[in-house]
C-alpha cells in the first residue's frame, strides 16, 4: 500500500495508515471497504480476514476515551477485541495519478486524462560525482532506488564529464591515489530527480554501488510541479454531449438515483474535470483549465453560485463518487498477491440514503 501511495502525499489533515493493529501480525485475510464500520468489522470477522483496508479512515480526529459513545470508538473497540487490524490509504491514494480519481475518470469513460492540480514542492535533484567507468553502476542503483522518473519516461539523468581532484589525508583508504598526494580524476556529474520520499531508499542506493570512501552529493529542492501527483483528474469524453444527455450519462455510469448540479450553461459538454470526495475547493481549477464541467461532491448550497454560468457544477455524492476505489484496491492487491485471499465487501457503507 506504500509503495502505490506514500503515506507522505496524504494531506496534513489526513490519518492514513494503520489504524488498529500490529504491523508484525501475521495476515489471514484482506477485507477492502470504502470505510471501516461496526459491521464492516463483523464481516471481515466472518470471512476470516484480519485486515481491513478502509479508503476513509476510522480515526479521523483524535480520540481520548474509547468507551463505545459512537461508532467510531465501537468500531475500534471491536476491531482490537477480535484481533483486526485497519489500515487506512485516504488522501495520499487521492494524490496520486492512479489513484481514486482514475478510477473515477476511467468510469465516466474519459480519455486523455491527467492530474488537475499537479502539486509543488514534492520533486528533488540529487546530484553527484563518480569515476567514469562506475557511472553505470551508480545510475543504475539511483534509478533503482527511485529517481529518474519524469512523467512516462523512466531512468532519466543528465551527465556531464569533468575532472575531480582530492587529496587523501591520514588514515584515509582512497578508491584511487595516494595518501598526501593530489588526485586528478575523469568523473561524471550525475542529476537525478526523484520524489522526496524516496529520498532515504535512494541514498542508501547510492552508498551501495559508489566506489569512494567519502561521497560528494548535494540536494536541492525543486519548485517544478510533479505532473504525477496532484488533485482532481481533468480529460475529455471521446464525443461531445448535450448537458442533458451528459448528466444521465453520468448517472447511469455511476448508478446514483440523482444528482445536485448548478444551472446548465447551454454549452456542449467535452471537457471534464472531477474529484472524488469533497472537491469543490478545486472549481477555480476546472475553471480555469476550461473544463465545460466539474463533477465532486459535498458542495453547499452557496457553493453551486460559484459556477457562475462558466461551468456546469455536478455533485454525485461522496460514496458515490469513490465507490469504484473498491475495485481498484482489489485488482492491485489480487494482482500482488495472486494466491492470498483478497475479498472486497458485500455491504454499502454509504451513510446517505435517497427517498425517490
Known sequence: MEALASPALQENYDNAGLITGDPSAACSGILISLDATEEIVEEAIRKNCNLIVAHHPVVFKGLKKLNGKNYVERTVIKAIKNDISIYAIHTNLDNVSYGVNKQFAERLGLT???????????????????????????????????????????????????????????????????????QTEDEVRIEVIYPFYLESAILTKLREAHPYEEIAYYISELLNTDQNTGSGMIGDLEKPMKENDFMNMVKKSLNVPVIRHSAFTGKTIKKIALCGGAGFF??????????DAYITADVKYHEFFDA?????????????????????????????????????????????????
Do not use: M, W
Not at 514542492?121 to 563518480?130: Q, S, Y
Not at 475495485?327 to 455491504?347: G, W, Y
Open 112 to 182: 486523455n486524462f491527467k492530474v488537475l492540480a499537479p502539486k509543488a514542492g514534492v520533486l528533488r535533484k540529487l546530484v553527484t560525482f563518480g569515476p567514469e567507468n562506475y557511472a553505470g553502476k551508480i545510475r543504475s542503483a539511483l534509478f533503482e532506488g527511485g529517481a529518474g522518473a519524469i512523467g512516462k519516461y523512466s531512468e532519466c539523468s543528465f551527465n556531464v564529464f569533468g575532472k575531480g581532484t582530492f587529496k587523501a589525508g591520514e588514515n584515509a583508504d582512497p578508491f584511487v591515489g595516494e595518501i598526501g598526494k593530489l
Open 282 to 291: 478545486l472549481l477555480p481549477s476546472a475553471i480555469a483549465a476550461g473544463a
Open 308 to 356: 457562475e454560468g462558466k461551468i456546469l457544477l455536478a455533485d454525485v455524492g461522496h460514496y458515490e463518487s469513490e465507490q469504484f476505489t473498491i475495485d481498484l484496491l482489489v485488482t492491485i492487491l489480487q494482482r500482488k498477491f495472486p494466491n492470498f485471499a483478497v475479498q472486497k465487501t458485500e455491504l454499502s457503507t454509504n451513510s446517505v440514503h435517497y427517498f425517490v
